[in-house]
């Protein structure tokens, strides 16, 4: 079985994953994945993810040209946004997940920072989360907005709209989704509670122990 061959089965798989556990509905939600040529994958436009059909994802060559396969996602710029970034990203998952979607409508989150560090994990697989602002979908500066983040944060959140998330793999990205997705899920219910965080020193002390930037 060929590189291309296993991935686009991968990304068949997790798709039908995170749509079967309700983290992505209707047609919302895309995955790419960069193959070994330097061309990408990703999953096409108006296609649910847990219908996805290995043979007709699209298929961009080095160059970001669409080559074969149906009609890309609307959102491919905030993957490439990532890509052209992130030398490490190997795959990118972006969701219009219920809690992590509901965090960024709130108004009085931190903007350089939105999720508070809530549990080791959290830090392991996020870290900080910088609110991109609010541009309508499809809108260009949109993916400047993006682009001008990715190189620092592997992890941004969409202001009313959602994660984007980079990982050195597909399954690495998957996990970082879920576990910020979980934190939102944690924070929104830990609303109007008193919080007892992680302290700065316990996060930097993750950060030392686990080569963390």
Known sequence: MSDETRARDEICRVGASLFDRGLTAGSSG?????LEDGGWLMTPTD?????LDPARLSRFDAKGCLLSGDAP??????HFSMYGERADAAAVVHLHSSHATAVS??????????????????????????LVPYFAPGDPDLAHAVKALASRHHAVLLANHGPVVAG??????QHATEELEETAK???MLQ???LRTLTPDQVADLRRRFNLT
């Open 30 to 34: 895309n995955i790419s994945v960069r």
């Open 47 to 51: 296609v649910s993810m847990g219908a």
């Open 73 to 78: 996602t609307k959102e491919a710029f905030l």
């Open 105 to 130: 409508i709130l108004r009085d989150v931190d903007p350089q920072d939105v999720l508070p560090a809530l549990t080791a994990y959290y830090v392991m697989r996020v870290g900080r989360l910088p």
């Open 168 to 173: 050195t793999s597909l399954a690495n990205a």
């Open 186 to 188: 944690l924070f929104l």
């Open 192 to 194: 109007n509670h008193a």
